[in-house]
């Protein structure tokens, strides 16, 4: 059983910036591909990025070139930096785990507000 705890949430004006982070209770580079998804009031959970145990990312078009995803082995731990933040970018922030043949697991979430 993995357990994920984020971080790093909170108000942001338009235009500003936050570095999400996500820890795991494990040590991350035996977890395939650890990611962030996030959901808006009334929407669905979406995918964000992902990044996997060989550090390839992925990113949707929707945070491509503001988002940056990393990981840090030794601290087990995932991280989320987030640029020119729109008001639409505003959500509560999940982190995700997947191990294959084991599951997939989920973090508690961090909101993330952007406004004036």
């Known amino acids: 059983q993995v357990q994920l705890v984020e971080s790093g949430g909170g108000l942001v004006q338009p235009g500003g910036s936050l570095r999400l982070s996500c820890a795991a209770s494990?040590?991350?580079?035996?977890?395939?591909?650890m990611g962030w998804y996030r959901q808006a009031p009334g929407k669905q959970r979406e995918w964000v990025a992902t990044?996997?145990?060989?550090?390839?990312?992925a990113y949707a078009t929707s945070v491509k070139g503001r988002s940056t995803i990393s990981r840090d082995n030794a601290k087990n731990t995932v991280y989320l930096q987030m640029n020119s933040l729109k008001a639409e970018d505003t959500a509560v922030y999940y982190c995700?785990?997947?191990?294959?043949?084991?599951?997939?697991?989920w973090g508690q979430g961090t909101q993330v507000t952007v406004s004036s």
């Open positions: 995700n785990a997947h191990i294959d043949s084991v599951g997939v697991y």
């Open positions: 494990e040590t991350i580079s035996s977890i395939n591909t």
């Open positions: 990044i996997t145990s060989d550090g390839i990312t």
